[in-house]
């Protein structure tokens, strides 16, 4: 059974910056790729960043440059680091596992990030 918790969602200005760590359970990384990806109300739901099982990374367009993905295999934990945050960055962030990037068969509760202009 894959677990994901998502914690570090929060309320930042516009050019701001915060940091998502999601906590996965054991032998998660191993077995899937892990994404971040985001969903706005209303709005459809977008990958923002992917490691694959061979630790590749992918980035969406609109992230490049001011996001960052990491992992830590040991800790079992995700994290995303967003800097130069902007009012279109407002989503309910999932940490995600699955079969490919941006594959949400198994996903967190999510976290809220709200960037205000």
């Known amino acids: 059974q894959v677990q994901l918790v998502e914690s570090g969602g929060g309320s930042v200005q516009a050019g701001g910056s915060l940091r998502l760590s999601c906590a996965a359970s054991?032998?998660?990384?191993?077995?899937?790729?892990v994404s971040w990806v985001r969903q706005a109300p209303g709005q459809e739901r977008l990958g923002v960043a992917c490691?694959?099982?061979?630790?590749?990374?992918t980035y969406a367009d609109f992230v490049k440059g001011r996001f960052t993905i990491a992992k830590d295999d040991a800790e079992s934990t995700l994290s995303l680091q967003m800097s130069s945050l902007k009012s279109e960055d407002t989503a309910m962030y999932y940490c995600?596992?699955?079969?490919?990037?941006?594959?949400?068969?198994?996903r967190g509760q999510g976290t809220q990030v709200t960037v205000s202009s």
């Open positions: 995600a596992a699955g079969f490919w990037c941006y594959d949400y068969r198994f």
């Open positions: 054991e032998y998660t990384f191993d077995n899937y790729y």
């Open positions: 490691f694959d099982r061979a630790g590749e990374t």
